[in-house]
């Protein structure tokens, strides 16, 4: 399908320069830009492929102030990374779905399911276990019996659900996420460790996304709660009986332990720890790497491991990476000193 | 099923103090407590709760002085955390558990099975793999060829063991798991890089627990060995060659290198990394986010990465948040010796 | 099978020191060795074994110095460690591959198959998938639309390839890997986040092995790459619209964040963190548990968090560790200025 700059214009409450008649049928990096094709320019540090990509048409930020001539239509926007992602969307929804159930797949007699379902073959429907319409469950996926899972959720190949787990509307779930594997409860007997029986649960509640391999462990008792609109990225570890406010988004390869209470509306960054039982106040930004060793309030930004306050543990490392230097002057001080006084 | 104060009061080896006739179906956390549940009170972080909870019944510690009336029952026993452990594994044991073959499934001609299986539905089982009596395998597993699981073991759905691995009895395998893939070994010629088959396996021994998405890879030649009674979390990586010893845990997200030697009884924070060719004594601890990159004799205490002593550490991190000020403090030091010395 | 010393020796164009007619049928490790078996020694940190080794032969490196007689064959060559690479290829390319289709497996009819495939029970082969010739399928492996697999490639069990990702020759995709996900992409909307749909695709090219539970994300737009013979350990992140240049090696736990541009020939430990955008230069090494912040030059060798060169780091922390003393020197320091002061 073929698209004109003006159409897309219209679409995006937008106004075109250049060619408003120019057409394209595909989207392209703008440093891969190629004719035929829609980029966008949103962070500035890539300006410099405006002058010269072969993208037909290029949406910006509608303050754009091109430093030299660009031969693309440029479409102005609100945001342009706000705008590419409606386009996309509109792109995404126009790819066919799977649809209907591909044998053999193991579906419980027990189970109910909702209308416009897919499952994949070799996908697994425990006993009791209850879907929604509309969702999408991808070949391989083990879904635990009495299991709920709420409409429109996609849950890609190889998945894990386990036994009384609930997954609410608009879900999607990557390949490889656990959800509600035991959570890691021991009490030492002697040497040993006798194992606690994790007999909650894992509640994600609507819009949540959870990246691939990443884990999800069901609580001891009552529910690991992941609330509305909780975006997590890859290979994540929640623990048991966490609970995520609404609408935080967590990077790759971080981890939450035992009982941690993250606030709505967090930012960490990857590879962030957050230690056991603490509470972390809404709004809270963390830096990659940074390991969260007491309870936060609201709207902290931090960073190291320990973390503080972020501007002033910049400051510290600035002078961290000054300590040979700080040492042998501490030292010069000290024979200074010592010559002073033996006048 | 319904149980009075009384009985599991002698059940437990406590004593009630309080209604010995309230009665309870379920368990509850002390700070959702609802009426007709059993709650406990271990840390004493949330002994707050019991003066409000609706918990009928409270598990406490037997030195437990309550700073104000108790409205619930409660019982005293040596340890609350322990027993609600027991009380746990005994509400666990009376769930139905899956057994008999689902089909479809995939079981070798050659394969060995014990009784009391259970095989889900879409799992896979290598030639010659043996399997001992009540060994519960749950969908979608893979068990490569000539891979030998002890009696009693539960391995979760998607759980993936490569040929030749060793699986002990009473072990837990959580989905994800991947055992023995092959080491991450090379050899440059010139820039491009050789690869050293891994010809090794893995041995777990018994009880081990192997939590979601972990990986243990086998060795070069010889075994990978996890021994009796370790405990892993999640999304932990063992290298190649790597020996964890009796009733090691380490919490999720941590590494252990290639032919590192870990040592009994040792405890590992989240996200600690372990050096390869490493000796770690037993009994030691390491902080989460620590980076051991030495040998560590017997029951150290170690963080920071490179780790050294926790408490040293701990002071060296305390002066670290004072840098700027030092800094600072040794600009004017230098300014008043060169007052000094001009007189 | 059994092997003479002398056979081996001109397999590896080495020299026999000691009786050539020894003969063995297996590997092991120096500090195992078992009679009838071949060992090798080529850290010098294992020295002390071979003077007590029960194996028949070791092989050393040509310039290996006894300090004590061997009472095993020694075999020397030109590298112990480059020959017993060799031979472990060798001693693998003897073993039984699977080969054939086994039943159920799902192929689509659309899909086109090489030759020579193995195709593992519970696998899932998606529409216009082209599958090369000697291609290795394991069980539970799912191949989604459109996805291409180069000839000789080999993928283990329960591996997740998302629709129209393409995987070059000779690859090597471990258990758990998940090549493919969507990138983490969202754009504020409010309170909520609206996601970005990642339209693009993942391309390994040639001789690429993934490690176990590694995940590498699809691109918002174009191709997240990988390019000829980069290997990855387990439980890697490698994020949307990275490219990681040929021959890079990078060790477990490590991730990368989006649009980070890695160079040839790299070598990152594990546990290492990289921040989205950057760009790392070829040849650079990069210490465990590193974070890098800015971009960097080529063949830079990096360590901490934020990283910066190694060596200067190291003079850092060895400083940092003395900073609970700096900071009492610094008292004293101030002290004996007051009281020269008051003079």
Known sequence: MEFQAKDIAALLNGTVEGDPEVSVNN???IEE????????????????????????IVLVNEDFKPAHECSCTLIRVKSAYDAIATLLQMYESMKPRPKGIEQPSYISDSATLGEDLYVGAFAYIGKGAKIGNNVKIYP??????????GDNSIIYAGVKVYTGCVIGKGCILHSGAV?????????????????????????????????????I??????????????KLDNLIQIAHNVVIGRNTVIAAQSGVAGTAKVGENCVFGGQVGIIGHLEIGSGTQIAAQSGITNNVAEKSVLRGSPAFDLPYYQKCYVVFR??????SQLRDLQKEIRELKSK
Chains 1, 2, 3 share one sequence.
């Open 27 to 29: 989207v392209s990096k």
């Open 33 to 56: 830009g190629k004719p035929g094709t829609l980029a966008f320019l949103a962070n500035p540090k890539y300006e410099h492929y405006i002058y010269t990509t072969a993208a037909s």
């Open 140 to 149: 391989q996926v083990f879904i635990g019996d009495g299991v709920v899972i």
């Open 179 to 215: 959800i509600g594997a035991d959570g890691f409860g021991f009490v030492p007997e002697g040497d040993f460790y006798k194992k606690i029986p994790q007999i909650g649960n894992v509640v994600l509640e609507d819009n949540v996304e959870v990246g691939a391999n990443t884990c």
């Open 217 to 230: 462990d069901r609580a001891t008792m009552g529910s690991t709660r992941i609330h509305d609109g909780v």
């Open 322 to 327: 000054k300590l040979p230097e700080l040492y």
